[in-house]
């Protein structure tokens, strides 16, 4: 809870990922890779519920071992490949009731700490924002973004006046790192989405914004587990 308001966290685990099969239960560092975001909602200040929506008996299973509350099985619709994703956030709202503040948490983020996810809260609380979501600074300037039509000729993603190819004369772009979401939740059943005109973000470092959808990707996260000396 904070200034009165209720928090519940709701940690997304369909089982039908295709790219990485069983990629919520992948072993990561020695447990599954759901249980880090388990581990780290458990440790928020402020998270006063934290819930598994899942479709999988199996991922139910596994996240009740790890200490998850798995208080319904997510419907099949709501898991299909082209679900919209803030829909079973939506459900699980619905079905668990009495909330103020919800907090979206995806397993594919395992090395988003409990303090990234009480930052976001306070933050959610303190900038008169309707929703915070974190994100990583990129590498690349947005002027050096093209896309390619159908010929293969590069087509800006800018308008041409915002073009520049020295990367010390464009400003500083982020992307979401897909590991912490925050807004109310009657703003959430309302709008159906966390990003809009009125979306703070909060800046998390790289090393902790590996958002996992892709082999190479757990392949990189299994290399830093093993850094003896990683900052995590």
Same mark, same amino acid.
């Given at each position: 809870?904070?200034?009165?308001?209720?928090?519940?966290?709701?940690?997304?685990?369909?089982?039908?990922?295709?790219?990485? &099969?069983?990629?919520?239960?992948?072993?990561?560092?020695?447990?599954?890779?759901?249980?880090?975001?388990?581990?780290?909602?458990?440790?928020?200040?402020?998270?006063?519920?934290?819930?598994?929506? +899942?479709?999988? *008996?199996?991922?139910?299973?596994?996240?009740?071992?790890?200490?998850?509350?798995?208080?319904?099985?997510? *419907?099949?619709?709501?898991? /299909?490949?082209? +679900? *919209?994703?803030?829909?079973?956030?939506?459900?699980?709202?619905?079905?668990?009731?009495?909330?103020?503040?919800?907090?979206?948490?995806?397993?594919?983020?395992?090395?988003?700490?409990?303090? %990234?996810?009480?930052?976001?809260?306070?933050?959610?609380? +303190?900038?008169?924002?309707?929703?915070?979501?974190?994100?990583?600074?990129? %590498?690349?300037?947005?002027?050096?973004?093209?896309?390619?039509?159908?010929?293969?000729?590069?087509?800006?993603?800018?308008?041409?006046?915002?073009?520049?190819?020295?990367?010390?004369?464009?400003?500083?772009?982020?992307?979401?790192?897909?590991?912490?979401?925050?807004?109310?939740?009657?703003?959430?059943?309302?709008?159906? +989405?966390?990003?809009?005109?009125?979306?703070?973000?909060?800046?998390? &470092?790289?090393?902790?914004?590996?958002?996992?959808?892709? &082999?190479?990707?757990?392949?990189?996260?299994?290399?830093?587990?093993?850094?003896?000396? /990683?900052?995590?």
């Amino acid at each position: 809870m904070i200034d009165g308001q209720s928090v519940l966290a709701i940690v997304p685990a369909r089982g039908g990922s295709k790219g990485i &099969p069983d990629k919520n239960i992948r072993e990561l560092g020695g447990k599954p890779l759901l249980a880090w975001t388990l581990e780290a909602a458990k440790r928020s200040r402020y998270i006063d519920a934290c819930v598994v929506s +899942t479709d999988s *008996p199996r991922i139910a299973e596994v996240a009740k071992q790890w200490g998850g509350n798995v208080p319904f099985l997510r *419907p099949a619709e709501l898991a /299909r490949d082209d +679900t *919209p994703g803030i829909e079973p956030v939506i459900h699980a709202i619905r079905e668990v009731g009495g909330y103020d503040v919800v907090v979206l948490l995806q397993p594919t983020s395992p090395f988003r700490t409990a303090e %990234d996810i009480d930052r976001c809260i306070e933050a959610y609380r +303190t900038a008169g924002a309707v929703s915070v979501v974190s994100v990583t600074a990129v %590498d690349k300037p947005l002027s050096w973004m093209f896309e390619l039509d159908g010929n293969g000729t590069l087509r800006a993603a800018l308008p041409e006046s915002a073009l520049s190819l020295r990367r010390q004369d464009s400003a500083q772009a982020y992307a979401l790192n897909g590991a912490v979401y925050v807004s109310s939740c009657e703003a959430v059943m309302r709008l159906k +989405t966390f990003i809009h005109d009125n979306t703070y973000g909060y800046v998390m &470092p790289k090393e902790r914004s590996i958002d996992i959808d892709t &082999p190479l990707d757990l392949l990189w996260a299994e290399f830093l587990c093993r850094l003896p000396d /990683r900052h995590l």
